[in-house]
Antibody
Framework: EVELLESGGGLAQPGGSLRLSCAAS????????MSWVRQAPGKGLEWVSV????????DYVDSVKGRFTISRDHAKSMVFLQMNSLRVEDTAVYYC?????????WGQGTLVTVSS | EIVLTQSPGTLSLSPGERATLSCRAS???????LAWYQQIPGQAPRLLIY???TRAAGIPDRFSGSGSGTDFTLTISRLEPDDFAVYYC??????????FGQGTKVEIK
């Protein structure tokens, strides 16, 4: 059974940093792309970032380029999202999701609140 | 960037009724690279449909997707209590970023 479990959310000040983690199990982690999708309070879904299986290349939505970094640890089957220079508008539930095009499995999400 | 517009914003129906949800793209979505998700409040989204019409594993056959080009439809043939939720479409063709529609809420009438 595929399981994705996020952690690392919390309260950060504008300009601050947080590192989100996602522990994956139940599938061949190394060969699969992993993505982050976020949802601001009461709003819709926004794709944020992807790390591809195999090539390890990455992509980001323009609004987080240069501030967020996605990475993965194959030995631990984990994916990370390092978020720097946080802005109020980054406040959202961040979901870890399996896939690079559409997302068949999702974690339960972790809430990031950016506020002074 | 391709914009997806979902309609209606809210659909008020009774259990057992048929629900028809629309997703319209600002440009043609190539190869029907469109997915649908269901989100129950407080839960993560759940993949229902990909490739515009292929049901994901474990999705009941009362959910069906259709369409091509710029117009796509999600149909729920007979609403059950667990189907009252928010539904999102998402395109994954061409170049990033993948985009989602703003959602359609299906509520109990």
């Amino acid at each position: 059974e595929v399981e994705l479990l996020e952690s690392g959310g919390g309260l950060a000040q504008p300009g601050g940093s947080l590192r989100l983690s996602c522990a994956a199990s139940g599938f061949t982690f190394s060969s699969n792309a992993m993505s982050w999708v976020r949802q601001a309070p009461g709003k819709g879904l926004e794709w944020v970032s992807v790390v591809y299986g195999g090539t390890e290349s990455t992509d980001y939505v323009d609004s987080v380029k240069g501030r967020f970094t996605i990475s993965r640890d194959h030995a631990k089957s984990m994916v990370f999202l390092q978020m720097n220079s946080l802005r109020v508008e980054d406040t959202a539930v961040y979901y870890c999701a399996k896939g690079k095009y559409f997302f068949e499995y999702w974690g339960q999400g972790t809430l990031v609140t950016v506020s002074s | 960037e391709i914009v997806l517009t979902q309609s209606p914003g809210t659909l008020s129906l009774s259990p057992g009724e048929r629900a028809t949800l629309s997703c319209r793209a600002s440009q043609s979505v190539s190869s029907s690279f469109l997915a649908w998700y269901q989100q129950i409040p407080g839960q993560a989204p759940r993949l229902l449909i990909y490739g515009a019409s292929t049901r994901a594993a474990g999705i009941p056959d009362r959910f069906s997707g259709s369409g091509s080009g710029t117009d796509f439809t999600l149909t729920i043939s007979r609403l059950e209590p667990d189907d009252f939720a928010v539904y999102y479409c998402q395109r994954y063709d061409g170049s990033l970023p993948w985009t989602f529609g703003q959602g359609t809420k299906v509520e109990i009438k």
